[in-house]
């Protein structure tokens, strides 16, 4: 069992940036997968971004490649989403999943919204 709670999210101008949080508790997440996800009202929920928890490696969806960077700190049970160059249309409520075996944990997400 492991808790996620995101934070940092907020209203922004199109160009800025925002650093997004997921504080895990409950349990270590220092060998887990980590996604970040994100959805706008009305539409389905879109994946962002994955850290492996094994070799550190990243994936990120091409409509955010170049411009976000996920990471983590194992230290504080922490992983990040930065986020760089934001758009309109990243203007959506971000989550984020651990994967612990075959299992799933969510977040209760952050409201991002990005003004033009």
């Known amino acids: 069992q492991v808790q996620l709670v995101e934070s940092g999210g907020g209203l922004v101008q199109a160009g800025g940036s925002l650093r997004l949080s997921c504080a895990a508790s409950g349990r270590t997440i220092t060998t887990a997968g980590m996604d970040w996800f994100r959805q706008a009202p009305g539409k389905e929920r879109w994946f962002v971004a994955t850290i492996s928890g094994t070799d550190g490696s990243s994936r990120y969806a091409d409509s955010v490649k170049g411009r976000f960077t996920i990471s983590r700190d194992n230290a504080k049970n922490t992983v990040y989403l930065e986020m760089n160059s934001l758009k309109p249309e990243d203007t959506a409520v971000y989550y984020c999943?651990?994967?612990?075996?075959?299992?799933?944990?969510w977040g209760q997400g952050t409201q991002v919204t990005v003004s033009s």
């Open positions: 999943r651990a994967r612990l075996g075959n299992t799933y944990y």
